[in-house]
């Protein structure tokens, strides 16, 4: 017989079930009242029950779970202070997607080398995830990846589809059976359409091939997901938070008879990943918000604990700590400051309409 499989495949490898790496690293009783009860939390700011402000906040990407669970604490320390306004959960992305190519993100390149080890990536992510929520921090996600999610998904009380995947017919399939809210990016070219016709396709039943948490091939039937919302992250050099925009969008979403349910994605085109702009950002769809456009849940930050980005370099030693690898992002004195400022704008409001 002539050869015709794997012609392409340097080697398959099995890997680790998800019911055995959470074997290895359980959910806990506090990780696991973390996840229960911000869920029940954002779904109550979805649907206008809970008045507060949603901030999904942290780096564009972990590469040091060790700086990342430091930013972590910083966050914790912010997070009772501020409860009575906003409402904290912490970006906590393990998966980059490329538009050509590069790092993929945590769970591909743990060691960032190359070396591709995606069984200790994976074991990395799910231990960070339960050291976030113990601290009684929820975490936010972005599941590009559709078997992901059996290994990590009872750890993460957001997610989000990317602007890369919106489009996707498997990433929806995949948000109609996921157990968290899920918000839908906008296209890269500023595409509102593909996100409101995500949120419709995912809210509806599925039927799909996947994996089952002992790892074999399962045809996975979902139930829909009502709580998906779009975010708007703007496209192609051209931000999308200004009220016209804001309108546009909730026009769209009455239109197909969605609920007006928005969050501001303060960095990528919104700010033309200019770290700086991030906090003008804020501030525009703060002062939208407070002056009744109620659509406006919330906004998400890229921050770190320094401001800006590096590549990787050779010697991985000379890596700065706390630096972000990707996008460039604010530092926490910046963040803190605009927590800060966003808690006291939204109290002052809450207390005039009172």
Not at 9 to 16: G, I, K, Q, T
Request: include cysteine; charged fraction near 25%; hydrophobic fraction near 40%.
């Amino acid at each position: 017989m002539l050869p015709l499989r794997d012609l392409r495949v340097r080697s398959v490898e099995r890997l680790v079930a998800p019911r055995a790496l959470k074997q290895d690293l359980p959910l806990t009783d506090v990780a696991n009242q973390t996840v229960y009860e911000s869920r029940a939390v954002i779904q109550r700011i979805l649907s206008g029950e809970d008045r507060r402000f949603l901030v999904i906040v942290g780096p564009c990407s972990i590469h040091d779970p060790v700086a990342a669970l430091d930013y972590a604490r910083l966050l914790r320390g912010l997070q009772d202070e501020l409860r009575g306004e906003l409402f904290l959960v912490m970006r906590s992305y393990f998966e980059k997607p490329r538009t050509m190519i590069g790092w993929k993100g945590l769970i591909n390149d743990p060691f960032l080398d190359g070396s591709c080890d995606i069984q200790e990536g994976l074991r990395l992510a799910r231990k960070l995830l339960l050291q976030i929520n113990e601290l009684g921090i929820p975490t936010a996600s972005e599941f590009l990846d559709s078997i992901t999610p059996q290994y990590i998904d009872d750890l993460v009380s957001w997610a989000a589809i990317g602007a890369r995947t919106t489009e996707s017919q498997l990433h929806r399939e995949m948000a109609s059976g996921l157990s968290m809210p899920v918000g839908f990016k906008n296209g890269t070219d500023g595409s509102l359409q593909i996100a409101v016709d995500a949120l419709g396709a995912a809210l509806q039943p599925h039927s799909f091939v996947g994996i089952d948490q002992e790892g074999f091939t399962s045809v996975i039937r979902t139930c829909g997901n009502p709580w998906g919302h779009l975010v708007l992250r703007g496209g192609h050099k051209r931000s999308n938070y200004d009220p016209e925009s804001i309108q546009e969008a909730c026009i769209r979403l009455l239109k197909v008879g969605l609920p007006k349910r928005l969050i501001v994605d303060c960095s990528h085109a919104n700010s033309a990943k200019r770290p700086a702009v991030q906090g003008a950002v804020l501030g525009s769809i703060l002062e939208q918000r407070v002056r009744g456009t109620g659509a406006i849940l919330g906004a998400m930050l890229e921050s770190n604990l320094f401001e800006g980005s590096q590549k990787i370099p050779g010697d991985l030693t000379q890596l700065r700590y706390g630096l972000s690898i990707t996008d460039p992002c604010i530092s926490w004195e910046t963040t803190e400051k605009l927590l800060r400022h966003s808690s006291l704008r939204i109290r002052e409001a809450l207390s005039t309409e009172r």
